[in-house]
């Protein structure tokens, strides 16, 4: 086993007192390691035994667009620790899966740990199995603070397991469920590796760890990879002349075997000895993320560092996230020697070299900066050169390519596209000259710089919605801020103007409250406080105009993570219809940081009116800001969705950003003769169906927008993310001439509008192969639904084939065979071959029927004559019995009978069922299962004295098919994991099951009834009692042998089986509680008791005894199975 570093980006290794710079190259230049790539179709997360291949690999070094960030690689699984935004995104890049990431370990909780969180939960596939977050507490208050932006229709609330629900009945917000390991929990383990927590708290402000909140702990991961099993020496095999086959199996399993020529051969005799094995691993990564002096002293006081700095045993990495002003102070320094000169120690704290995440972006905006410099800058660090390090010394050598990669010459990419497009080079030179020749004017503002075009997530070369729109040189209004905001904002325009741009942004405007939208936000008020704090200039409230969603998602994760209340300033985005001129003073304006109740917008009626005049006097200037007025326009989206329309004070330029929506004819109406139309486009115009059940917009509807608003300018935007690099053109599109599409990083300003829509001929042959990918998708999509006609046409065909017209009148029309007749034969209904015997038989007597079809002829025409007489009958009846009733004085207005809860109840009999038997059944099987579950519970609360009912051994399976119960969150029930064996003494255990020759006489609330809760149809029928005595659990049956002679099969369900039981313990007779509960149907009759005897025979003169079956819903069975269930 062995950890191979793969240096994915930019870090530092300090080791032997010396510390250098290492350079990488993008993962494409990287040496791919060879991995056994060996998987299995185990539902189970990750793999069943330890890794042969691991890789401790450095996504980001926290200089560049996202923050520090590395995770551990197998085969088949990944341990992400840190997820700052941008993971998602960039991870692609170095083959980062979400489907196979299920542990993510977080340091600190803080934004800057784990903002890439909700976009890397939401990409993953709901057949995917749970995600764990390990560490660090409140990350489910945190999941519910961004409720808000997934669907602000439903609020999200944890229930009394722990688990995060809906109130109402949309299911979970994430594809996945999501687990929470605190480090309150000590260790995780699985088969790879295993994880030590160690908390760090502030040890100047609480003494110990007890007496710290939750919130304000920090986490290091101890992490220990598991020893392979030791592998068989081939020679050896062959020298001792073992045959091939299972017995190698077996001496790899650890078992000694004898030969069929009676030779004994021990494992440790075909083993491979330490000489023969491989050299020295590299097992041990310790991962830090020290915030203060304070916590250090916590971590370096750690009984499980401590312990392993005295022992032999050594730490191999230690991966340092924590940040620069405390990495370099003396102490931290001290504390580092003491890991020794073998131990390698890699710097992610954002104090390397910055170098690009990712190549594709700088090659794309290098190729367009020759097109048009002023609108596609080059990128921060977008002339990067570097060379792959030499090997690093820590098992042989790491065989990476000494290969150099080069960024800086704009031409490389572009001649590589002029070469397979000859018929483009005339169109970029007539650009280019055309840019040449306009004459430079300072008419620039107001200027629209895109930051993200993608819809839903992000792609490697685009990201989500967000824009600047810059009025004049020194204010920015930014108009949404999807995940990876700021990264972008990073990437154009390098971190020192990145700052100065912070400072200038006044406010930022919401359209709506759809992640892709929104999850840039909190890192973005993070920044630009620090922003402000490096400028030196006294800071300035940020303007947030949103709905309430937006301002209730603040509200819930200030308190909890981080206050940042009093950096923001809520302008509330609803839309009035009449100005109120009362509202002109700073004191009675729609602007409230008071985190509280919050309540839906007010809708006033009368006129359209301008938002800009509730933003406080002191932070809002007409002239400063160069804004006249903005308007909120409502569009069809979401609840609150709205579309801006900006109008600049100094020319009085319309600027309209549609936001996300359908066709909306208000929108036409306010933003009518708009200068600039930026419009979503989500769509080509082939999924005109999926636009409008996704509430979005093809690109020929947004044209038509424009067209209808009669806009000088129309920018298409928020391209799916199928299209990688640029979407569809249609001719229609360049033929207008006034339409161009935006691309990242792209930055329109006023006095250049014009030339944008001649870039649009150049794209279509610059981004030919990708435009054709998507249409040849398109067309496949096409030629499926096309198939599918012509299948519903050849088979209309057969039909109309075959029919006939009645001979006397030629009008009435019919098939000559019954449709039941007809076969699927290559997806096409084809009629039956019929002899010439049988068709003269039909002829005269009509088509022959088969005796089943005539049983169910019969059957239904029986059920015709009888139904309404039926049904007449009940009606009768129930008169009758509401008559009895009046007479006797009774109340008619039945009441049901009030709920009692299992804590009040005088009964203390403990009754559970067993829910370990997942593996073993069907989908359907567990759905069953799971829904007998709420009748007991139905018919417990509802009991004087409920019974003390549990849920145990419950399996992820149908904990998440419980969890889709409306209010199961809310029942009074007992749900636990653990195995019957964790919650109760063996001898307290009675596990009820059909085979047990013993019979249960009574209930004592000293012990604990087991239910097997398994739907099997009698296919594991008799494995309960065997798996009862294999364990050691008491066992016995329900004595209904002794009280009811049943004319059917004896088949009880798990919710009848608990109802006898709940009715025994009302009344304590047998008897009266198997016929209040067993159905009529099955024909229950009393047994007579034996003359002169008032005991019940219990056997007959052989001795034998018939046994009760529990099948068809439940054959009661032990938690423990002899199958390999697991017991945990």
């Not at 020290?290 to 750690?302: A, D, G, M, P």
Request: hydrophobic content about 35%; proline content about 5%.
């Amino acid at each position: 086993m062995k950890f191979v570093l793969r240096f994915a980006k930019s870090i530092i290794i300090k080791r032997s007192g010396r510390t250098f710079s290492l350079m990488a190259a993008p993962p494409s230049k990287l040496l791919k390691i060879e991995r056994n790539m060996l998987r299995n179709n185990s539902n189970d997360a990750g793999q069943s035994t330890p890794a042969t291949v691991v890789s401790l690999e450095v996504l980001s070094s926290g200089t560049a667009q996202i923050g520090p960030c590395a995770f551990i690689r197998t085969p088949l699984q990944t341990y992400l620790f840190n997820i700052p935004e941008g993971v998602y995104r960039y991870g692609v890049s170095l083959g980062l899966r979400t489907a196979n990431t299920f542990d993510i370990f977080l340091t600190r909780p803080c934004w800057k740990r784990f903002g890439g969180l909700p976009g890397f939960l939401l990409s993953k596939y709901s057949t995917t199995l749970h995600t764990r977050l390990h560490g660090v507490t409140g990350v489910h208050e945190y999941l519910a603070s961004i409720r808000p932006f997934l669907e602000p229709d439903n609020d999200l609330v944890l229930n009394h397991r722990g688990n995060l629900t809906n109130k109402g009945v949309n299911g979970d917000p994430y594809p996945v469920k999501v687990t929470e390991h605190s480090y309150e929990m000590g260790t995780y383990e699985d088969n790879v590796l295993r994880v030590h927590y160690i908390p760090m708290f502030d040890i100047d402000k609480s003494p110990d760890l007890r007496s710290c909140a939750p919130v304000d702990v920090d986490v290091a991961f101890l992490v220990e990879l598991k020893d392979l099993p030791p592998s068989i020496d081939i020679l050896k095999i062959m020298k001792l002349q073992i045959p091939k086959g299972p017995v190698i199996g077996r001496l790899k399993a650890g078992e000694t075997i004898t030969l069929d020529d009676g030779r004994v051969i021990k494992p440790e005799d075909v083993q491979m000895t330490p000489s023969n094995s491989q050299e020295r691993t590299w097992e041990t990564v310790l991962f830090v993320d020290v915030e203060s002096r304070s916590k250090l002293q916590s971590l370096k006081s750690s009984p499980i560092l401590k312990e392993r700095l005295a022992s032999s045993k050594t730490v191999d990495y230690v991966v340092h996230f924590t940040k620069p002003e405390v990495f370099c102070e003396a102490e931290y320094s001290k504390w580092m020697k003491e890991f020794g000169d073998k131990c390698e120690h890699l710097i992610l704290n954002g104090s390397g070299a910055a170098t690009p995440l990712t190549d594709g972006i700088y090659f794309y905006q290098n190729m367009l900066n020759t097109l048009d410099p002023t609108t596609f800058p080059k990128l921060h660090i977008s002339d990067f050169r570097g060379s792959i390090p030499c090997e690093v010394s820590m098992r042989g050598s790491f065989g990476m390519l000494k290969d150099k990669i080069d960024m800086s010459d704009p031409l490389q990419l572009l001649n590589e596209k002029l070469a397979a497009n000859p018929g483009v080079k005339h169109l970029i030179d007539e650009h280019v000259g055309m840019l040449t020749a306009m004459k430079e004017t300072n008419d620039k503002f107001p200027s629209i710089v895109v930051l993200g075009t993608s819809s839903a997530i992000a792609t490697r070369y685009r990201n989500v919605s967000s824009y600047l729109l810059q009025l004049h040189e020194e204010t920015y209004l930014m108009i949404d801020a999807g995940e990876g905001t700021l990264g972008q904002l990073i990437s154009l325009y390098g971190p020192e103007e990145c700052d100065r741009v912070l400072c200038r942004i006044r406010a930022l405007y919401f359209t709506h409250s759809h992640q892709d939208h929104t999850m840039g936000l909190f890192q973005l008020i993070i920044k630009r406080r620090e922003a402000f704090e490096r400028q030196g200039i006294p800071y300035q409230p940020l303007v947030i105009v949103s709905g309430f969603s937006i301002r209730k998602s603040i509200a819930l994760f200030s308190p909890v993570f981080e206050d940042l209340s009093k950096y923001i300033v809520f302008v509330d985005n609803s839309v009035f219809k009449k100005h109120p001129t009362e509202l002109n003073s700073d004191v009675q304006r729609p602007i409230s940081n008071n985190f509280g109740a919050i309540k839906q917008p007010t809708v006033i009626e009368g006129e359209e009116i301008d938002n800009t005049m509730f933003i406080p006097k002191r932070l809002f200037s007409k002239d400063e800001w160069n804004l006249a007025s903005v308007e909120a326009v409502p569009v069809h989206h979401i609840r609150d969705s709205v579309a801006y329309v900006f109008v600049d004070a100094k020319h009085g330029r319309k600027i309209v950003f549609s936001g996300d929506t359908q066709p909306c004819n208000f929108l036409v109406e306010r933003g009518k003769n708009a200068d600039v139309l930026i419009h979503e486009a989500t769509f080509d115009d082939s999924l005109t169906q999926d636009a409008r059940r996704k509430r979005h917009s093809t690109m020929r509807q947004a044209v038509d927008i424009g067209y209808r608003m009669n806009a000088k300018h129309i920018i298409l935007t928020h391209f799916s993310s199928r299209y990688t690099k640029c979407p569809i053109i249609p001719d229609y599109v360049v033929e207008q001439g006034n339409i161009s599409i935006a691309m990242d990083f792209m930055i329109a300003s006023f006095d250049r509008l014009n030339t944008y829509p001649r870039l649009l001929p150049i794209y279509k042959k610059l981004f030919a192969e990708e435009i054709f990918e998507s249409q040849a998708r398109i067309n496949k999509t096409e030629m499926q639904k096309n198939s599918l006609n012509v299948r519903e046409v050849l088979t209309m065909a057969n039909l109309l084939a075959n029919i006939v017209f009645d001979d006397d009148d030629k009008d009435i029309a019919k098939i000559k065979h019954p449709i039941s007749e007809y076969r699927p034969q290559n997806d096409v209904l084809v009629a039956p071959q019929v002899s010439e015997e049988n068709r003269a038989n039909q002829q005269e007597n009509g088509p022959t029927l088969s005796k089943s079809q005539l049983k169910k002829q019969k059957k239904q025409a029986k059920w015709l004559e009888t139904k309404s007489l039926k049904r007449k009958m009940e009606r009768i009846r129930r008169k009758e019995k509401k008559a009895a009733l009046r007479e006797s004085g009774a109340d008619l207005c039945l009441k049901k009978p009030p709920i009692r809860l299992m804590s009040e109840s005088k009964c203390k009999i403990r009754v559970a069922v067993d829910m370990a038997y997942d593996k073993i059944m069907s989908d359907i099987c567990i759905r069953k299962t799971v829904s007998q579950l709420s009748y007991c519970y139905a018919t417990n609360r509802r009991a004087n004295n409920p019974l003390q009912y549990y849920i145990v051994n419950l399996r992820e399976q149908s904990k998440s098919i419980l969890d889709k119960f409306s209010g199961s969150h809310q029942w009074d029930v007992f749900v636990l994991e653990d195995s019957i064996s964790e919650i109760w003494r063996k001898e307290d255990i009675v596990y009820l099951t059909a085979e047990s020759e013993n019979v249960l006489e009574s209930l004592q609330p000293d012990k604990a009834y087991v239910i097997g809760g398994l739907l099997d149809h009698n296919s594991q029928k008799g494995l309960c009692h065997s798996i009862a005595i294999d364990k050691g659990y008491s066992h016995a049956r329900l004595p209904i042998d002794e009280f009811v002679k049943m004319r059917t099969r004896k088949v009880l369900t798990i919710n009848q089986v608990f109802e006898i039981l709940l009715r025994f313990s009302e009344s304590q007779n047998w008897e009266e509680a198997f016929f209040s509960v067993i159905p009529k149907r099955k024909g229950p009759e009393r047994l007579e008791k034996p003359t002169g005897s008032d005991e019940v025979e219990l056997s007959d003169s052989t001795g034998a005894r018939e046994v009760v079956e529990l099948s068809d819903s439940v054959e009661m069975q032990s938690a423990c199975s002899i199958i390999e269930l697991d017991e945990d």
